[in-house]
């Protein structure tokens, strides 16, 4: 597991909120079988209204408040986890599971609270952000208290994760 320092780090803020150690998990897809590691959180009302902000009708939006809701911490989770990409070739933001105007509605907010520039661009036929390679600098002083060390190759480079 490549990234188990990433995930470890996560378990420890969310440990309170688990009655039970991380265990292995597999699955398979398309014959190809993937091990990995899991843990579960118990059932809270924090977590069931976080749901209930983020999913109408089971679909995944992007929330009314969420200019409040994305902050530099939450855009560092967000790159961590659904970010691909280096220093070279920029930053694409998972969004495949929203519409596009509600990706339009977050590259906004990255725009007026944190003047990041991105486009909207299609991978595969689904919306993602795409933020150039000129807007890493703006990017990296924005999550850089908050991204753990092994993830900061998605913004600075292949270096930074070899260090």
């Known amino acids: ?9 996560i378990f420890m803020i969310l440990s309170p909120y688990c009655s039970v150690l991380p265990y292995t998990d597999n699955a398979t897809i398309k014959i ?13 009302l ?5 749901y209930d902000i983020f999913y109408i009708k089971n679909k995944k939006v992007v929330p009314q408040d969420i200019f409040n809701l994305l902050s530099p911490i939450a855009l560092a989770y967000w790159i961590m986890g659904d970010g691909t990409g280096n220093a070279w070739r920029g930053l694409y933001l998972c969004t495949d599971s929203f519409s ?10 990255m725009l007026i609270r944190y003047g990041i520039e991105s486009n909207f661009v299609f991978v595969s036929g689904k919306p ?7 807007q890493n600098k703006k990017v990296y002083k924005l999550v850089i208290n908050y991204i753990h060390p092994s993830m900061l190759y998605k913004i600075i480079g292949q270096k930074a994760k070899n260090n």
């Open 100 to 109: 596009n105007y509600d990706v339009i509605r977050l590259m906004n907010v």
């Open 46 to 50: 924090c977590f069931t209204m976080l």
């Open 1 to 9: 597991m490549s990234h188990f320092s990433v995930f470890w780090s």
């Open 128 to 134: 993602r952000i795409y933020i150039p390679s000129t």
């Open 32 to 44: 190809k079988k993937y091990f990995g590691i899991r843990f579960d959180t118990r059932t809270c």
